[in-house]
Antibody
């Protein structure tokens, strides 16, 4: 059974940093592109970042470029999102998701971890 | 960036109804479109990919159609479990973008 379990969310002050992690199991992690998607409270979905199978290619939405870094450890079946210079508008549930083959849609999602940026 | 616009934003319907949700892309995305259903407090669940392909395990009452810039998600006969929010997503180019969502509520 495919499982994605996020951790690392919490309350952080504006300008602060947080590192999210996603533990993957039940599939060959190194064969999948992986994604972070967020959802602000009561709002819609926003793709944040993704990374290719071996970690050599990354993409980011413009609003997080230069502040967030996605990474993966295929030996540990884990995906991370380092978030720096956090802003109030980064407040959201952050989901880890698996991409399907070479297509950038998502067939499995974690339950999400809440990040709140507030003073 | 490709903008995805869904209509309507809210839809009221009854069990057994046939409903259609529309998603329009600001430029052609070929068939690179997915539909998701999201229930409160849960992550989204993919229903349709490549505009019209049914994801494994999804009931056949869900169907998708369209290509280019206009797409539809149809539920042939609404069941009580179907009331939720639906999102389209284009994956033709970066940044990946979602529609704003369509909330399907019980009439």
């Amino acid at each position: 059974e495919v499982q994605l379990v996020e951790s690392g969310g919490g309350l952080v002050q504006p300008g602060g940093s947080l590192r999210l992690s996603c533990a993957a199991s039940g599939f060959t992690f190194s064969s999948s592109w992986m994604y972070w998607v967020r959802q602000a409270p009561g709002q819609g979905l926003e793709w944040v970042a993704n990374i290719n199978r071996d970690g050599s290619v990354e993409h980011y939405v413009d609003s997080v470029k230069g502040r967030f870094t996605i990474s993966r450890d295929n030996a540990k079946n884990s995906l991370d999102l380092q978030m720096n210079s956090l802003r109030a508008e980064d407040t959201a549930i952050y989901y880890c998701a698996r991409g399907v083959d070479n297509s950038a849609y998502f067939d499995y999602w974690g339950q999400g971890t809440l990040v709140t940026v507030s003073s | 960036d490709i903008q995805m616009t869904q209509s309507p934003s809210t839809l009221s319907a009854s069990v057994g109804d046939r409903v259609t949700i529309t998603c329009r892309a600001s430029q052609s995305i070929s068939s690179s479109l997915a539909w998701y259903q999201q229930k409160p407090g849960k992550p989204p669940n993919v229903l349709i990919y490549k505009a019209s392909s049914l994801q494994s395990g999804v009931p056949s009452r869900f169907s998708g159609s369209g290509s280019g810039t206009e797409f539809t998600l149809t539920i042939s006969s609404l069941q009580p479990d179907d009331f939720a929010t639906f999102y389209c997503q284009q994956y033709n180019s970066y940044p990946l973008t979602f529609g704003q969502g369509t909330r399907l509520e019980i009439k």
